[in-house]
């Protein structure tokens, strides 16, 4: 079965860190482009990073850019969000999806396989 697991996720103050990772079971994920999601009740996803399946590109939201860095570690089949200066406005449930093919992109709609999603709340 193919399956996307993000673990890593929980509460920290302002200015914190936070390092997901987003596990891939049932399928070889070097095949695969990974991205990287959040949503808040009422809003829509909005995509937050992109690695493509070599790891040749990384595309980051304006709103992230110099704070959230991506990497994989193809061997373990895992895809990593080091989250480092942390913002309120950060607090989302995010969400690991999988887009088999070239590219890498923010937008939803490639994105074939996703996960169940981790809570990140960012508060003092």
């Known amino acids: 079965q193919l399956q996307l697991v993000e673990s890593g996720g929980g509460l920290v103050q302002p200015g914190g860190s936070l390092r997901l990772s987003c596990a891939a079971s049932g399928f070889t994920s070097d095949y695969y482009t990974i991205g990287w999601f959040r949503q808040v009740p009422g809003k829509e996803r909005e995509g937050v990073s992109c690695i493509s399946k070599r790891a040749t590109i990384g595309i980051y939201a304006d709103s992230v850019k110099g704070r959230f860095t991506i990497s994989r570690d193809n061997p373990k089949n895992t895809v990593y969000l080091q989250m480092n200066s942390l913002k309120p406005e950060d607090t989302a449930i995010y969400y690991c999806?999988?887009?088999?093919?070239?590219?890498?992109?923010?937008?939803?709609?490639?994105?074939?396989?996703w996960g169940q999603g981790t809570q990140v709340t960012v508060s003092s």
């Open positions: 999806a999988a887009l088999q093919g070239t590219g890498c992109y923010l937008n939803q709609g490639p994105y074939d396989l």
